[in-house]
């Protein structure tokens, strides 16, 4: 199956991504998380993204399509793959219909999670990732007494563009160039959207019983 996860920051794609993409057994791609590792790196590509992603603006489609292009075009990925993140604005959606209509494949879903404004603040202000395995945590509803991941043991770190005002671009950049890829998709008629609010499980449940319906 080939499914994009979209939403606002903080509303779960991430965390959702894990759970659909491991029962799936497609690989997860989430373009968020490849940057950040060029970031760690100090790769080309990493020293090209940060400035963008520090702000947190869009980095420019250029980098991000050759970027998932490349990661399209491996092996794990012909068979399915869930995307995080990308596409991000209706170019990138048109880009990536282009490139899977020359590998004779198209997208079966787009996900949408729906969850309000201050939820997602609420949600990104207590983020800790784990340095370690990639696990996303949160302070208060995974009651977080240390910045270890009970997972793997590896130190979890808050992420810098959580911090408040570049969440609060981050939720404008969203609402002008994102949000418009799901009128994109609609039309398109791959599109469901699913209340991402409550227990991590039950999102987990609800979007789960979406993705059998398009299996
Ligand atoms: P990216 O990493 O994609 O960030 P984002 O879209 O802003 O999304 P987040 O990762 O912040 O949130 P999420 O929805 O994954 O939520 P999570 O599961 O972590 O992108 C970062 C930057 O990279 C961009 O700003 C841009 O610069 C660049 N970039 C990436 N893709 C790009 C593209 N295509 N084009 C251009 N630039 C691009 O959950 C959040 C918190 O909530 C966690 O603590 C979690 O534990 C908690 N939580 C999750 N679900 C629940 C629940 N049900 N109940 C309670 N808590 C929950
Ligand atoms: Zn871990």
């Known amino acids: 199956m080939r499914i994009v996860l979209v939403g606002p920051p903080g ?5 959702q991504a894990q759970f659909i993409a491991s029962h799936l057994s497609i690989p997860k791609i989430s373009t968020g998380d490849i940057f950040r590792a060029n970031v760690s790196g ?13 702000r947190g603006d869009l980095v420019p489609d250029e980098v991000t399509i ?10 794990d990925a012909r068979e399915g ?13 048109e880009t990536l219909k282009k490139i899977l209509a ?7 879903l787009v996900l949408e999670l729906v969850v309000d404004e201050d939820e997602v603040v609420r949600r990104l202000s207590g983020r800790r990732t784990c340095g370690q395995c990639g696990k996303i ?7 977080k007494q240390d910045d270890i991941c009970d997972d793997c043991g590896g ?9 408040e005002e570049v969440v609060r671009h981050r939720l404008e950049v969203y609402q002008e160039q994102t949000a418009p890829l799901v009128s994109f998709y609609a039309d398109e008629e791959i599109l469901r959207g699913i209340d991402a609010t409550g227990p991590v499980e039950e999102v987990t449940e609800r ?9």
């Open 155 to 163: 130190a979890l770190f808050q992420r810098d563009d959580d911090k």
């Open 81 to 93: 793959f869930l995307l995080d993140g990308f596409p991000r604005n209706v170019p990138q959606a």
């Open 11 to 15: 509303a779960g794609k991430g965390t």
């Open 137 to 143: 945590w949160h302070v208060d509803f995974d009651d």
């Open 102 to 108: 020359e590998w004779d494949q198209r997208l079966d």
């Open 42 to 54: 100090g790769t080309e590509l990493g020293r090209k993204a940060k400035q963008y992603m520090d």
């Open 66 to 75: 050759a970027m998932v292009r490349d990661r399209l075009a491996e092996k």
């Open 207 to 215: 979007a789960l019983a979406v993705v059998r319906q398009f299996d």
